[in-house]
């Protein structure tokens, strides 16, 4: 079946760099997905990476992706507090052919400590 | 582009009423997905059509679920004798043919059931 695990809570310092962890089920996945979700908002697509890939860096986010053990890390560099948020993994299923529906964990919830 | 909107933001009803939502989708987007977000929860994949066909509903929508998308543009959602159970955030994205990897998300409604 389909099940993404994420890890619920996360405290770090500010500064400090953040790592949170996801592991999912459909080897079958072509992509996989971090998004945040601000208090209130909406949910914001901050990086994905594809699934041949081990590694993708953007700014300070990196990604690494273990397809074998099937786990993906987000890590932020340079913790602020403005990265309070929850963070969610997904993976792609499939539907209809090539569209694809995504399928979440249940969310990690970062704090941030001045 | 204005990014996806969702109307209403919130919405309070009482028990056994009728709601409808209204989600409009980047501009040429011609793939719009309906997902539902529990509190503590990650989101949920509902229904998803591409233009105007429906070509997929999750077993989470019920019989008084319905989503329509008739001009392959805006989409609504309508819940009929709404329950306490459908209290939820409802979450509309959208993607394009180009790019059907990422989907961008709009702000959600806010469904309070009494």
């Known amino acids: 079946g389909e099940d993404v695990e994420q890890s619920l809570f996360l405290s770090v310092r500010e500064g400090d760099s953040s790592v949170i962890n996801c592991t999912y089920t459909?080897?079958?996945?072509?992509?996989l997905y971090w998004y945040k979700q601000e208090p209130g908002a909406g949910l914001q697509l901050l990086t994905y990476i594809f699934s041949n890939m081990d590694m993708k860096q953007d700014q300070r986010l990196t990604v690494l992706l273990n397809k074998k053990d099937k786990h993906l890390s987000l890590r932020i560099a340079d913790t602020q507090t403005g990265d309070s948020a929850i963070y969610f993994c997904?993976?792609?299923?499939?539907?209809?052919?090539?569209?694809?529906?995504?399928?979440w964990g249940l969310g990690t919830s970062l704090a941030v400590n001045p | 582009d204005t990014g996806v909107s969702q109307n209403p933001r919130h919405k309070i009803t009482k028990r056994g009423q009728n709601v409808t939502f209204r989600c409009d989708p980047i501009s040429e987007h011609n793939r719009l997905y309906w997902y539902r977000q529990t509190l503590g929860q990650g989101p949920e994949f509902l229904t998803y059509f591409q233009n105007e066909a429906q070509l997929e509903k999750s077993r989470l929508l019920s019989d008084r679920f319905s989503a329509e998308r008739p001009k392959g543009s805006f989409s609504t959602l309508e819940i009929q004798r709404t329950e306490q159970g459908d209290s939820a955030m409802y979450l509309c994205a959208s993607s394009s043919q180009k790019n059907e990897e990422t989907q961008y998300f709009g702000p959600g409604t806010r469904l309070l059931v009494l």
């Open positions: 459909d080897s079958s996945s072509t992509y």
């Open positions: 997904a993976e792609t299923g499939f539907i209809a052919g090539n569209n694809r529906k995504l399928i």
